[in-house]
């Protein structure tokens, strides 16, 4: 699947900012629409460690007015959560009626790195599709707008991205040896990556593959497809 991807789509930094800024107007005015309509919406964000996860959740957000909004960062299991059925805590995490949640990492954990991880069994993970696509349809069912991002960058510029990050001060604490580890694995989560969009793009919650060497074309991709998404409702 990933061979097929265009990463050497680019956005010159001038028509960035001329088309960033449009499509986050669009943005605030569908999430005013939202609310005024008491629908809600989940954006869920996935892809390589320093794809640009964070730097798209920014250009999402930081026009909306901050009360439209919840982002969700999560990392593994612990106390409570951990003695609960995995997605307990998603549940918890979705928005009131007319908000957006963000989920900065999410459910797909399951299938992804407590996969290769070995953090749970093959039968649970297997099971997992299955109860994350009806996870997904209760959601949608109800009126959910569900949309999720997979951000997609190749080795070199991952490891580019690695390395600028070790020398920058203001960056460094976003790089750890869980990322190096991981990096070891690119071919395990290469593979559990390509299962999971194969068996959990749905028509009620498809999969967007952002091209993401580019962070420029990434970011406008992601505002643009939400956008839409918001807009198609």
């Not at 995995?86 to 928005?95: E, N, T, V």
């Not at 996870?135 to 999720?148: A, C, I, P």
Request: glycine fraction near 6%; charged fraction near 35%; include cysteine.
């Amino acid at each position: 699947m990933f061979e097929k991807v265009d990463l050497s789509k680019k956005l010159p930094e001038k028509r960035y900012w001329e088309e960033i800024k449009k499509w986050q107007v669009r943005l605030r005015d569908q999430s005013m629409r939202l609310f005024n309509e008491k629908r809600m919406a989940v954006a869920v964000f996935e892809g390589w460690d320093a794809a640009g996860k964070g730097g798209s959740i920014k250009r999402v957000t930081e026009t909306l007015d901050p009360r439209g909004f919840n982002v969700n960062t999560f990392a593994a299991p612990s106390g409570e959560e951990g003695r609960h059925h995995y997605l307990w805590r998603f549940w918890k995490a979705l928005p009131p009626l007319g908000q957006v949640a963000i989920f900065d990492r999410s459910h797909y954990g399951r299938v992804m790195v407590e996969r290769v991880e070995g953090f749970c069994t093959e039968q649970e993970w297997k099971r997992a599709f299955r109860e994350i696509n009806e996870f997904e349809w209760q959601l949608s069912n109800f009126g959910t707008v569900v949309v999720k991002f997979w951000l997609h960058i190749d080795q070199d510029e991952q490891l580019r991205r690695f390395k600028g990050r070790e020398l920058d001060p203001f960056r460094s604490y976003k790089l750890t040896d869980e990322d190096w580890r991981n990096r070891a694995k690119w071919d395990d989560y290469r593979g559990a990556v390509e299962e999971m969009i194969e068996k959990t793009s749905t028509a009620w919650a498809p999969w967007t593959i952002v091209e993401a060497n580019d962070k420029f074309y990434a970011r406008v991709k992601v505002v643009q497809t939400l956008t839409k998404a918001l807009e198609a409702v």
